[in-house]
């Protein structure tokens, strides 16, 4: 069976891998085994793994267009349950993922001197 959309969107902003800034919608559709959530950008079609809700599934297609090098992201929910909700839902802002830390003693002393004072 097609999955159905779950009546729910998001509008995610933020940079890409190239950092140039986009905004598209993100639609959650609800498949046999719980929610996916599902983005079309230029030639990029990312579809992310079930999930058992749709805020997982949003939350699992952050995660992996992070991995790609996408920065700076936002999501702002459009829809629910169907209904368009205009703008009037906060923005949520997604901290970008911090490079892997390195282990060790050149990364103690790369962390001490990255502590600039603010």
Same mark, same amino acid.
């Given at each position: 069976?097609?999955?159905?959309?779950?009546?729910?969107?998001?509008?995610?902003?933020?940079?890409?891998?190239?950092?140039?800034?986009?905004?598209?919608? !993100?639609e959650?559709?609800?498949?046999?085994?719980?929610?996916?959530?599902r983005?079309?950008?230029?030639?990029?079609?990312? !579809?992310?793994?079930?999930?058992?809700?749709?805020?997982?599934?949003?939350?699992?297609?952050?995660?992996?267009?992070?991995?790609?090098?996408?920065?700076?992201?936002?999501?702002?929910?459009?829809?629910?349950?169907?209904?368009?909700?205009?703008?009037?839902?906060?923005?949520?802002?997604?901290?970008?993922?911090?490079?892997?830390?390195? !282990?060790?003693?050149?990364?103690?002393?790369?962390?001490?001197?990255?502590?600039?004072?603010?």
């Amino acid at each position: 069976p097609m999955p159905e959309s779950a009546g729910e969107k998001h509008q995610l902003a933020g940079f890409d891998a190239r950092e140039r800034g986009f905004n598209r919608p !993100v639609e959650v559709v609800r498949t046999a085994a719980g929610y996916q959530a599902r983005l079309r950008y230029e030639s990029t079609h990312v !579809v992310t793994p079930d999930a058992p809700s749709a805020a997982e599934a949003l939350q699992h297609m952050i995660r992996l267009l992070q991995e790609q090098g996408y920065t700076q992201l936002r999501s702002q929910q459009s829809y629910r349950d169907g209904v368009y909700l205009g703008s009037q839902e906060l923005w949520v802002e997604y901290p970008d993922r911090e490079p892997e830390p390195e !282990v060790g003693l050149l990364g103690l002393i790369k962390k001490w001197l990255g502590r600039s004072p603010g």
